[in-house]
Nanobody, 126 residues
Framework: QVELVESGGGSVQSGGSLRLSCAAS????????MGWFRQAPGKEREGVAV???????QYATSVKGRFTISQDNAKNTLYLQMNSLKPEDTAMYYC????????????????????WGQGTQVTVSS
């Protein structure tokens, strides 16, 4: 069964740091592309960062230089290190995986990722 389980969310003050983790079943971890997304109340879901099986990453402009996506193949785990957090980073954060290439998943077609976790809440106070 395909499963993604996020953890590591919480409440921090502006300027603080958090590290999110996404534990993946072996099947989903064979995915070519994995990523982190977020959705704030009343807003559409947005992509935060994606990474492919080679470790090549792409970031949203709003988090570039502050967030780092990484993966540990031995532990079947995806991470999102978030530094210099801002109140506007407050959202539910979701992990996602897909067997298709990152090039296709980030193309103008914007296909939806096939597998999703349940999310972990991040709250940043000013």
């Amino acid at each position: 069964q395909v499963e993604l389980v996020e953890s590591g969310g919480g409440s921090v003050q502006s300027g603080g740091s958090l590290r999110l983790s996404c534990a993946a079943s072996a099947y989903t971890y064979s995915a070519n592309c994995m990523g982190w997304f977020r959705q704030a109340p009343g807003k559409e879901r947005e992509g935060v960062a994606v990474i492919d099986s080679r470790g090549i990453a792409q970031y949203a402009t709003s988090v570039k230089g502050r967030f780092t996506i990484s993966q540990d193949n031995a532990k079947n785990t995806l991470y999102l290190q978030m530094n210099s957090l801002k109140p506007e980073d407050t959202a539910m954060y979701y992990c996602a995986a897909d067997p298709r290439t990152m090039a296709f998943m980030t193309s103008s077609a914007r296909p939806d990722f096939r597998y999703w976790g349940q999310g972990t809440q991040v709250t940043v106070s000013s």
